[in-house]
């Protein structure tokens, strides 16, 4: 299988302008800009069924398609480089090693819906990337890739480099819109959506890091050969962060409809120790938790995974052996979405908090039968009710994992009457 | 207030962002890194700076973990407990820590040279187990190389 969006990650130096300029960099841009309207820019990532990467899945040229090409009001884009879903690493990957790619796939973005100024809002934790990002656009600038009449055909744009401040809650696009403008981060209700209505009440399209950084390649060489690459209804090859028991973790370009079992084991060398699999997160902590069973025919794709009830996400794909506890790793995950609920909607708040002391009480050896109901009770009641998807990630990482591996939880009740017995 | 490199950045940040208030995260980030933490009167200075209210700055100050309302040791290990670091044995790591320093999540030794802070997941899954030192990276930590870490920290 040929990489592409990874290709320029073995290449040494290739976060230099002269190494990538070598290696066909901002030969996308420059097509763009001398060859193509905006419109066809937009036609042909619509054609390359590209899908947001970041984890919601939504079609990256309708996307675009949804800016208003009339609005009298600037129009912004947003690089959504604030990776905190737990077990994706993929957009550390891209910045580090291929950071003009992502610059190159942002001024594209830029072009096609009209935005003179870009932002990449990254998280605070990244700041050696921020700070490396901010060198690449000084570089991209001199070279005269970035900044005003770029390339010498008139158009201008700028990149701000924008950090958070560590808050899982500004990966989601609204309320990153209003981290970015200086507020808490809280998400916003929609409608109206960002495209209409977004950063400073304009325009604003917010796209994830490897969303853009896979435009340059669908501008290049056809919207229909990405789509080739992938499946009906999802186009292209996707960057899966591979991690927990396996021999070989890591970031691996397949492409979408990809079996999670051969990523598993050919890419990632099967289970560490010679162990047998027991559960798999396919899309990272918000989507629900498969079997071994279930995994075994997985594919990497977005019906597929929905059929089984669990989602694509940011194709994070965390592997448990035999030994694990799910109630341990879903404790974690569920403190996690505690630790990170923005405390606006309350079915999110009280519900996560509440169910990590269900968690903490099982762990301690005084849960009850009734603790496993009401976790799923909590789980099914959180789900839909609040405005944003974290409510619903904090659920589904629950519930699934309770009504799957109910052996595991019951192993803390029994140590219950152990402990009563004692 | 600060040093007058950091207020020629302020005032370069101030002027980069279509409307001032959006500023405010990378101005908090100067702010702490010159003071260590954001104390009020600190809070106070930076509303002035950026026409805003003390209110407004302190209510974005609580909602980001990354920045500190009380000093801190000079050294912040933040160590990653999510679950893929948690499947790659970062309790070991935890414990490890603890023992060595004689604290725990949310503590400073007494000399004031470490905090020890648990953080959600740092996008290091492939590597993990994770820690940050500040704002450096230590990945694949096992209870050798994290004695070698701290050890040489200047």
């Not at chain 1, 976060?15 to 193509?36: F, I, N, P, S, W």
Request: net charge neutral; charged share 25%.
């Amino acid at each position: 299988m040929e990489r592409i969006i990874s290709a320029r990650f073995d290449i040494p130096n290739a976060d230099q302008l002269d190494v990538y300029l070598e290696h066909g960099g901002y030969r996308a841009l420059k097509k763009v800009l001398t060859e193509m309207t905006p419109e066809q820019v937009i036609e042909e990532v619509k054609k390359s069924a590209l899908r947001g990467c970041g984890g919601a899945g939504f079609p990256t040229g309708m996307k675009w398609g949804f800016v208003p090409k009339d609005s009298p009001k600037p129009k912004y884009l947003v690089c959504n480089a604030d990776e905190s879903e737990p077990g994706t690493f993929k957009d550390r990957q891209i910045m580090e090693k291929d950071p003009h790619g992502l610059i190159e796939g942002i001024l594209i973005g830029a072009y096609a819906i009209g935005a003179h100024l870009a932002f990449i809002y990254i998280r605070g934790e990244y700041w050696y990337l921020k700070e490396k990002l901010e060198r690449v656009i000084d570089e991209a600038r001199q070279g005269g890739y970035v900044g005003r009449n770029i390339l010498g055909t008139g158009f201008d744009c700028d990149i701000i480099v924008h950090p958070g401040a560590g808050a899982y809650i500004c990966g989601e696009e609204t309320a990153l819109l209003e981290s970015l403008e200086g507020k808490r981060g809280y998400p916003r209700l929609k409608p109206p959506f960002p495209a209409s209505v977004g950063l400073y009440g304009c325009p604003t399209v917010i796209n994830n890091v490897e969303t853009l950084a896979w435009v340059p390649h669908i501008i290049l060489r056809g919207g229909e050969w990405f789509h080739r690459l992938g499946t009906e209804k999802s186009g292209g090859h996707r960057l899966y962060s591979l991690s927990g028991h396996v021999v070989r973790p890591g970031v691996y370009e397949r492409p979408l409809g990809y079996p999670l079992k051969r990523l598993i084991y050919e890419d990632g060398g099967g289970i560490r120790d010679g162990k047998r699999l027991k559960a798999v997160v396919p899309g990272g902590a918000s989507s629900p938790i498969l079997t071994a069973e279930e995994a075994e025919s997985a594919t990497l794709d977005y019906e597929p995974l929905a059929a089984l009830g669990t989602m694509m996400g940011s194709g994070a794909v965390i592997v448990m052996d035999e030994d694990t506890d799910i109630v341990r790793t879903t404790y974690s995950f569920i403190k996690f979405f505690a630790h990170e609920s923005c405390g606006w909607c309350v079915p999110c708040r009280e519900g996560t908090r509440w169910m990590v002391k269900i968690f903490e009480r099982l762990l301690r050896g005084g849960g009850t039968e009734r603790d496993l109901e009401m976790l799923v009770t909590l789980s099914d009641n959180m789900f839909g009710r609040t405005h944003c998807p974290l409510g619903d990630a904090a659920a589904w990482a629950v519930g699934p994992a309770v009504k799957k591996f109910r052996a595991d939880f019951e192993r803390y009740l029994t140590r219950r009457g152990a402990v009563a017995a004692d | 207030m600060f040093s007058q490199q950091a207020e020629r950045e302020i005032d370069r940040l101030l002027a980069r962002y279509p409307r001032k208030r959006s500023a405010i995260i990378p101005v908090l980030f100067i702010a702490q890194k010159e003071r260590g933490y954001l104390s009020d009167d600190v809070l106070e200075y930076v509303a002035k700076r950026m026409g805003l209210t003390y209110l407004d700055v302190v209510t974005v100050v609580s909602f980001y973990t990354m920045f500190y309302r009380r000093p801190i040791g000079k050294y912040n290990i933040q160590l990653c407990n999510n679950v893929s670091c948690m499947l790659c044995g970062s309790e070991k790591i935890q414990e490890h820590i603890e023992r060595k320093l004689g604290i725990t999540f949310g503590q400073t030794t007494p000399d004031g040279r470490f905090t020890l802070t648990e953080v959600q997941c740092l996008g290091s899954c492939g590597t993990a187990p994770v820690m940050q030192v500040n704002f450096d990276y230590y990945e694949n930590l096992t209870p050798e190389n994290v004695d070698q870490i701290l050890d040489s920290l200047p």
